[in-house]
């Protein structure tokens, strides 16, 4: 990269002002200065051992180096600049998150080799100019399906630590399922033990201790993640039927399923104990997740009527506002009554809105856009992909990039962000998520990054082929045609 505007950083910022002529080249006698102790270590983390340099973290600010400042609020908490001159790199940000995101692009204006776990050749240039960016919308997700087939902790971390690096700030995890219980519940602990023992294909399943899971809610968070966990209700709940006889209608406990259907389970709605049973599990899960949302599922709850569907909406959102948590749930939420603050997923096409997305805008909700036929990572990318479902259509790298978030929904409609899915049905390794999540992740974060003038298919599809090496680099198995 010769100038700035060259650059193929992803998400594509806002502004960015080349300075020609002008090129900063990191040399051995670097040193970090950071107002923000967590992201000055991870800069530092990142840069040592593709360079080999010590770069010391220093109180004062280095003749040569690189400076992290927190200077006065951007018109957007997350927003950053970042100028680049001869001797340094100097990025500000009213916020550690914006200060976080100017070390992304930094590190993505660095060669490639920047990626590398071991000492690389150099040299490590950066184009002169300036940057300033800040992001189209607040909520930027990923989601992972641990039910259908567990992960654990070490693949949900790789894959938070790789997100976090186009700037997606919230994971969501879908904890529970027909196929699996994922979350160790002291007061209930059957759901794990029994209702985590199974998955798709009847492997052996698997579930996050307590310990493990606020382990992952704290790596998430010094990389500005924020963990969203779903419990799926009051459909998609064999796994807990399985554990809990009490909690069906016929007092019957089924047994574990490992199958892919859905739509065929239902806690009991009539029965006292399913809301002592739902308000315990959103109490501890609430306790172990300090981010703002806990989410409900609600989807395809096409064993429960419509009415008892209401009545049991109608006692559960407010467990989750009494639990000091704001409500998400799959758009079908809609119609049932509303707690404030309350975030509608939806799911449906990016073409055809309906009712129930339509009573959830009726009612004020926020809505946060995961429409399957252009977000859904696990949809196949054409016939050819040999993993992956179909029944939203392919989705091929251009079409999950080439639309707009704010024509889907009527204007004034309170979009929060995008968050894209990966349901785990046919997915079984770490590879086969690689295989879905990249390229589709990234182009779905500059989608809900950058603004919609600075988004032009054929630059984005330059930039990145450009992030090829860097996926070799980590070990990431991307799909390649795009
Ligand atoms: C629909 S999207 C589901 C999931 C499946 C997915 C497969 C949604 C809220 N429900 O239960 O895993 O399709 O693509």
């Known amino acids: ?72 609020a951007g018109v957007h908490p997350e927003e950053y600049s970042l100028w680049v001159d001869a001797e340094r790199v100097t990025i500000r940000s009213g916020t550690d998150a914006g200060l976080f995101y100017g070390v992304q692009t930094l590190l993505q204006l660095l060669p490639s080799t920047v990626e590398a776990g071991t000492v690389q050749a150099g040299p490590w240039t950066v184009p002169g100019g300036r940057i300033v960016d800040r992001p189209r919308y607040a909520y930027r997700g990923a989601m ?13 971390r790789r894959f938070v630590d790789r997100l976090s ?24 602990p059957r759901l794990a033990t029994v209702g985590g023992a199974s998955q798709v294909g009847g492997g052996g399943g698997g579930h996050y201790s307590r310990e493990e899971y606020a382990g992952l809610v704290e790596y998430a968070a010094a990389r500005h993640v924020t963990i969203v966990p779903e419990i799926d209700m009051p459909g998609h709940t064999n796994a807990a039927l399985s554990a809990y006889p009490e909690l069906n209608a016929d007092g019957i406990a089924p047994p574990p399923y490992t199958g892919v259907d859905v739509g065929f389970s239902s806690l009991s709605v009539d029965k006292e104990v399913t809301y002592r049973f739902v308000r315990e599990v959103i109490g501890e899960v609430a306790a172990l997740t300090p981010g703002p949302y806990i989410h409900i599922g609600g989807d395809e709850a096409q064993s429960t009527t419509p009415e008892d569907y209401r009545t049991f909406m109608d006692r559960v959102q407010p467990l989750v506002t009494a639990a000091g948590k ?17 975030i509608a997923q939806y799911w449906g096409s990016s073409e055809s809105p309906d009712d129930d997305l339509r009573a959830a805008l009726a009612q004020g909700d926020r809505i946060l856009l995961s429409p399957s036929n252009r977000v859904y990572l ?50 079984e390794t770490p590879a086969d998520i690689d295989r879905l999540t990249y390229p589709r992740l990234p182009a779905v974060a500059e989608l809900a990054w950058s603004p919609q003038r600075s988004r032009y298919w054929p630059d984005f599809r330059a930039r990145l082929a450009a992030h090829e090496p860097r996926w070799a680099h980590l070990g990431i198995e991307f799909h390649p045609e795009y």
């Open 326 to 342: 704001t409500v998400i749930g799959w758009h079908q939420i809609g119609p049932a009554a509303r707690e404030p603050g309350r």
């Open 1 to 72: 990269m010769t100038t700035l505007d060259a650059h193929a950083v992803v998400p594509v910022p806002a502004e960015v002002h080349p300075e020609p002529g002008v090129s900063f080249q990191l040399r051995p006698d670097a040193a970090i200065r950071s107002d923000s102790a967590s992201a000055g270590a991870y800069l530092a983390e990142r840069l040592r051992p593709p360079t080999g340099y010590p770069l010391p973290l220093v109180d004062a600010p280095p003749a040569h180096g690189i400076e992290l400042l927190r200077a006065g």
């Open 144 to 156: 992972l399906d641990v039910s259908r087939h567990f992960f654990g902790v070490e693949v949900v």
């Open 165 to 188: 690096r186009y700037k997606i700030n919230v994971l969501h995890l879908h904890l529970s399922d027909d196929q699996g219980w994922r979350l160790a519940v002291d007061a209930w």
């Open 378 to 427: 696990d949809m196949k990318y054409d016939a050819a992909t040999p993993i992956g479902l179909d029944w939203a259509g392919h989705i091929d790298v251009r079409t999950a990039y080439d639309w707009d978030p704010a024509e889907i929904l009527p204007a004034g409609a309170d979009v929060a962000g995008v968050e894209a899915p990966l349901w785990t049905e046919t997915v």
